[in-house]
């Protein structure tokens, strides 16, 4: 296993691995083969303090930054497991962190640290607006100490193993408002009282062992006191979350790449034919050394979007284009592993087909990568803009 030296987080790195190591790969692929969550694996993250990394010590937290979580995340998956089933408390906290009330967070985050209730889930993405989120449909109208929300979501992720969902809808009609961007407000809902009054949940089955879902409100009716900072100003908000997502998926691929490239090295330098490893074939070496540079770099980015969210600063360009990077370094890592591994690859029993599909969802989701290029051409380099 590669390992950089000096590596200022390697005591997370080592307890991290030493939790994972409990829960190997027959584990994962048993979880995977079955389509369930693992429950077994995310408790013993949160009775480790994992999970409230993000939340300050007064609450109960460890009070750590999105540069920690994200390396947490990294060696989960560069463990062999899959943190999107569990990534969602950490990018969710930072939209209740930042913009919650005191209140709030008196209720809500020593419980969330504890592991009393999970913030897994946050309902954004609609079946007809996809990312262009300004223009979603669900609205919330305030009727007297209450919101009554109608609409649907779609790709929401956890929500059948998540007590609260962070949730966008439209407060202000879009006809009403001087940009595009206002009159969007954020919720905090309780997921086990909302199902059982107004709101709906379809389960998607996917190509990944991902519990993700289709959201039905009808006249779901929440306390007005669920409202997160200011009426309107919702879509400011959740880029918080957005952009700590992004940069947490960053991470995760990272891990993923890492996985790939530490299996396959490890393969071609054992698998021998016609009287050699394969490894020793410079058509074998050449596509893992690119995959792994580019991982490398990718790690660069995540970094520097870290560090700037960490500050508070702005990192909507470094946290999308760690996301690109390190997405297409985790793919290209995923496809020579599975290559070099021949039929193996394809054997469930060497997790390698498991991890491909995981790592390829994030070609697509939580931005696709055209969105990303989309992004930097209109709002870095300046180019008009596509649509």
């Known amino acids: ?93 930072n939209t209740l962190i930042r913009h919650g009330s005191e209140a709030q967070k008196q209720a809500y985050l020593p419980k969330i640290a504890s592991g009393e209730l999970r913030l897994q889930s946050m309902g954004v993405t609609e079946p007809t607006t996809g990312t262009d989120t300004t223009q979603l449909k669900t609205t919330a109208v305030r009727k007297g100490d209450r919101y009554v929300i109608n609409g649907q979501k779609v790709w929401i992720s956890r929500v059948q193993h998540s007590d609260l969902m962070i949730l966008l809808a439209r407060t202000t009609p879009l006809a009403e408002v001087k940009k595009k961007s206002e009159g969007l407000s954020i919720f905090l809902v309780d997921v086990k009282q909302a199902m059982q009054s107004g709101m709906s949940v379809r389960p998607i089955l996917n190509m990944v062992n991902h519990e993700t879902n289709e959201l039905f409100f009808d006249n779901l009716e929440i306390p007005a006191d669920n409202l997160i900072g200011e009426e309107g100003q919702g879509f400011k908000y959740i880029l918080t979350g957005l952009n700590a997502e992004r940069t947490l998926i960053a991470a995760e691929c990272i891990g993923d790449g890492y996985w790939f490239t530490d299996r396959v090295t490890k393969y071609v330098s054992e698998r021998h034919v016609f009287g050699r490893p394969i490894g020793q074939n410079q058509g074998v070496q050449f596509p893992i050394a690119e995959a792994f540079i580019e991982v490398e770099a990718a790690n660069l980015m995540r970094y520097k979007a870290c560090q700037l969210f960490d500050a508070g600063q702005p990192c909507g360009a470094e946290a999308n284009m760690a996301k690109y990077l390190a997405a297409k370094a985790s793919w290209e890592a995923a496809n020579a592993c599975l290559q070099f591994h021949g039929g193996f690859g394809f054997a469930c029993e060497y997790d390698i087909e498991r991890k491909f599909r995981e790592t390829r969802l994030y070609q697509v989701a939580p931005i696709s990568t055209n969105l990303i290029l989309s992004y930097v051409a209109e709002h870095i380099l300046g180019l008009p803009r596509s649509f």
């Not at 307890?15 to 995977?32: G, M, Q, S, T």
């Not at 609450?59 to 989960?76: F, H, N, P, R, W």
């Open 1 to 93: 296993m590669y390992q950089p030296a000096n590596d200022e987080f390697q005591d997370i790195r080592d307890a991290v691995r030493a939790l994972c190591a409990e829960f190997p790969d027959e584990y994962h692929r048993k979880i995977d083969e079955a389509r369930t969550y693992p429950e077994e694996f995310v408790d013993a993250l949160t009775r480790a303090g994992w999970m409230a990394a993000l939340i300050p010590e007064e609450y109960g937290g460890s009070g750590l930054g999105l540069t920690e979580a994200s390396v947490i995340m990294e060696e989960i998956n560069r463990a062999g497991g899959n943190s999107g089933a569990c990534h969602g408390q950490m990018y969710n906290m």
